[in-house]
Structures are given as C-alpha cells and as structure tokens.
C-alpha cells in the first residue's frame, strides 16, 4: 500500500507570505494528524482528524495556523502570514483501529 | 504536563559497538512508551512500544524496558551496523489517544565503520 504522502518536501518562503502544506494519508485512515518539529527541537502534536473533524487542535500554536481536511481524504496546512518561528520540519501521519501510527517524510519549512 | 528527556547527540559509535540511549518521561497516568527513528531521507518508523510497566519492547536487536520506578525506557542494541545510523525519539502517549504522542528531542546516532 502507498504510505502518507507529504507536498511539498521542501518550502523556502520569505516572512509574510502563505504557505500550504499538503497531506495525503494511507487510503481508508480516519485518522489524520499534524506534527511539527522546530529547530531541532521535539516533536509537537498540532492536531488530529477523524474523518472531515478536528478532534482536537489543541497544538495548534495561534490563528495564523489553518488546517482542513476536505471530505475526510487529504488534508492542507496553511500558514498565514508566516514568521520566522515557524521554520521547522512539519510531518503529517495517519492511523486506523488500532494498526500503528504511519508517518510521511515531512515537509521542511524555512522562512527567511 | 507530561514530558519526555533524552540523551543530547550526537551520538558516535563503531560497528559492532554496545549502544544505550538515554530516555526519561514524566506522566501523570500510565502511558504507552516508544521509539521512533528517522532514517536520512525518510518518515519517522515505530522502532518498538511498551504499553505497561515492566514489558520489554523489541525490533530490529534493540531492545527497551518500560521502568515505572525510575520512569525510563533505555534503548539499547548489543551490536550497532552502520545501517543503524539514524535520529532516534523517544515518545510517550497520552492516556486517551495512544496515536497524540509527547516525543523528546531525538539523539542522532552516527555509527562508523
């Protein structure tokens, strides 16, 4: 099967600008979640879909983050307007039952 | 809150080389503990889990033991390759969702020939 795909896999905006960042989970996953690392630093949960739902968006770090997930297929992480802090590597990962958590590559953000 | 220490990288072995990496967490409850690592290139893979104190997770020839008394989750491998070489995380789950994890910082391991 495929695995979670990420677009892109590398992203260099200028501070200001938007970014979209695009994840395409295991077919048939429920679940889907966003997770970001920034400046070498852990690993922090942004937030989880099931289906189309936000379950909980807890990790979400303000309202410059917007996350959707259209008809419970892919899911977009917008970034509006970026800031310099929001460099870091963002990774999306889908689950379904109790089959383990899959995890994409990523996608590497850096806003100069 | 919850939270999870590991060992600061890099670190740098040879082959065949007794490997231990660090982790301690801290939990109100009784999480599910982990390792994850991240190949060059690639997507964090579960390496291994331990769902209750005192299971011992094991993939690949590592190996680690959920340790409720002194709240770590060690990993260790007997013998490192250079195919080993990757970033490792430590991760503990939260109570109600196993799959929204608290991860440490990751500790780069480099293994030489």
């Known amino acids: 099967e495929a695995g979670v795909t990420q677009f892109p896999s590398h992203s260099v905006i200028e501070k200001g600008q938007t970014v979209t960042l695009r994840c395409d989970p295991i077919?048939?996953?429920?679940?889907l979640y966003w997770y970001r690392r920034v400046m070498g630093k852990e690993i922090k949960f942004l937030l989880h879909?099931?289906?189309?739902?936000?379950?909980?968006e807890s990790g979400m770090p303000n309202n410059r983050f917007l996350a959707e997930r259209t008809g419970g297929t892919y899911s977009t992480l917008k970034v509006q307007p970026a800031e310099l802090e929001d460099s870091g590597v963002y990774f999306c990962a889908s689950s379904q039952g109790i089959s383990p958590l899959h995890f994409g590559n990523g996608t590497r953000l850096t806003v100069t | 809150g919850d939270s999870v220490t590991q060992m600061e990288g890099p670190v740098t072995l040879s082959e065949e080389a007794f490997l231990t990496i660090n982790c301690t967490y801290t939990a109100t409850g009784y999480p599910s503990l982990f390792w994850y690592v991240q190949y060059p290139g690639e997507g964090l893979q579960l390496l291994l889990k331990a769902t209750k104190a005192d299971d011992k997770g094991s993939n690949k020839g590592f190996e680690a033991t959920y340790r409720k008394e002194t709240t770590s989750f060690h990993l260790e491998k007997g013998s490192v390759q250079v195919s080993d070489s990757a970033v490792y995380f430590c991760?503990?789950?939260?109570?109600?969702?196993?799959?929204?994890?608290?991860f440490g910082t990751g500790t780069r391991l480099q293994v030489f020939p």
């Open positions: 879909f099931v289906k189309e739902s936000k379950q909980d």
């Open positions: 991760a503990l789950s939260d109570p109600y969702n196993t799959d929204k994890l608290i």
């Open positions: 077919s048939g996953h429920d679940n």
